[in-house]
């Protein structure tokens, strides 16, 4: 009896195990039977053929994967748009950005390449330059009368040498194949921008001897005349108003109206039209009146210049003493006049700095003095000339006569046989052409020097300009596309624990279609 009841306790122990193994199964039956409304609240039940809740897990782990590989290719990358996907518009304006970015960064090395071409057209002038300075020296060396004619000879070879040096730098001064001095290198253009129009032109004139120190000049063929320049229009250099003229200080009669004012007017407007004016020697001298001879008192017979009576003198035919001329130039102070002799005996008045100057005779003595072919006196005023010299065509317009141009001289080209490759050394007169021609180079030179300082630093302040819109392009770009790490590590570790969380969860729902075998088992 007693072993009848312990294994019915056994039994009754093993049923009670079961029941509490099935009653969730059993409570799902009942719900889908039609059983307490709390349990029917679940429709899902144990099913094999689809498993609903592996297949949610699944969805979500793989959005969690897709999430995770965005994050890997940001952070790899360094992008926050690694497809187009990611930012459309974003993409579009990045793209035209960094479009605009390689077309500045080319035009940066275009710039400096025009740097460095500037630089060796720089370098090759200063070369030039300094043979030109030793050309130079050599001009005011040979303007001594104190040099040999041997010496002149040798002073003309090496101004040769250097002239033939002159040429061959200006030949082989090149950059990337283009030659840069020989006058060929006119209307480049550097590209310093990303449109068309973009560009700084480039243009370097010659150095070449046969171009260096030519210039346009013109002496007017009359001497000036008594008027003054009014200012009104009534006399134009290239086409600009030359302003009134006045008094030099020097002239003793219409100092207003004298080629040193003239040129004075002329000269104020050189900045603008780039001739420069000279008034050239007022010379008072009669062709074939040689000195005849004879004496002064100073009273009765006598000489005055510009006011002054040079007083007592007695004098020789032709003045081959010199005592007329001694006496003369004894006042030049005082007249500014000095004396000279002619080539046929003739007295030969000079104001050097082309002043006008009143010459008067009393007593009959032009003749004996030379300054008149026949019997009488002379009461005059002796007048300068005027001298325009430019780089470029002079174009002279009004009343040319103020300055005393004929009408052919209204317009002048330049002239090539004033060039540095003609210049002699033989002669004291020619010495003085060469100082002048070398002088007029040297300026060419310092202006072409000048032009590519100015362009240089055009260049430098474009660099300076391209490198900061560079900058705030690559900023802009850098705002729509590059990836913010502190943000993608942030999403990288979120994606990381859902995926092993998802991973987690996914083998657990994977279990539930199991418990249907346990079911079935039991």
Known sequence: MEAVSRLRWYDL?????????????????????????????????IRINENI???????????????????????????????????????????????????LQRNLMNSNEGLNLLSVAESNLSTVTQMLQRIRELAIQASSDAVSDEQRLLIQKEVDQLIEEIDRVAVTANYNDKSLLDGTFT?????????????????????????????????????????????????????????????????????????????????????????????????YSTTGAAILGGSLDGVATALIINGVNIGAVGFIAGDADGVLRQRINGFTSQTGVEASRGPGGELVLRA??????????????????????????VNTVVRGTVTLTSPKTIQVGGTLGLIGFAAGQATTFIDPTTAIDSIQMATVDRAQQALEAVDVALQQLLERRAALGALESRLNQTIEDLMVSIENLMGSDSRIRDADFAVETTKL??????????????????????????????
């Open 13 to 45: 122990c093993a049923f009670r195990r079961e029941r509490q193994r099935v009653r969730p199964f059993c409570r799902a039956r009942q719900s889908l039977a039609g059983g307490s409304p709390e349990v029917a609240k679940d429709p899902m039940g």
């Open 53 to 103: 809740f592996s297949l949610f897990v699944n969805r979500n782990l793989l959005r969690t994967d897709r999430n995770l590989q965005k994050a890997f290719q940001r952070l790899s990358s360094g992008e926050r748009i690694t497809l187009s996907g990611d930012d459309p518009a974003g993409l579009a304006n990045s793209q035209a950005l960094r479009a605009k970015i390689t077309g």
């Open 187 to 283: 209307g480049l253009r550097l590209q310093v921008g990303t449109r068309i129009d973009e560009s700084i032109p480039v243009s370097i004139e010659s150095a070449r001897s046969s171009v260096l120190g030519s210039v346009a000049r013109v002496t007017g063929a009359l001497t000036v005349n008594a008027a003054a320049i009014a200012g009104t229009g009534d006399l134009t250099i290239d086409g600009q108003t030359v302003p009134a003229s006045v008094y030099d200080g020097v002239s003793a009669v219409d100092g207003d109206a004298s080629a040193i004012a003239k040129a004075n007017a002329i000269n104020s407007l050189t900045t603008l039209t780039g001739v420069t004016a000279k008034a050239e020697r007022s010379t």
């Open 352 to 377: 050097a700095d082309g002043r006008n100057y009143q010459l008067q005779t009393i007593g009959s003595v032009g003749d004996e003095l030379g300054l008149l072919a026949a019997n009488g006196d």
């Open 493 to 522: 570790t979120q994606a990381q624990v859902l995926q092993e969380a998802g991973i987690a969860i996914l083998s657990q729902a994977n279990i539930i279609p199991r418990m249907a075998l346990d079911l079935l088992q039991r």
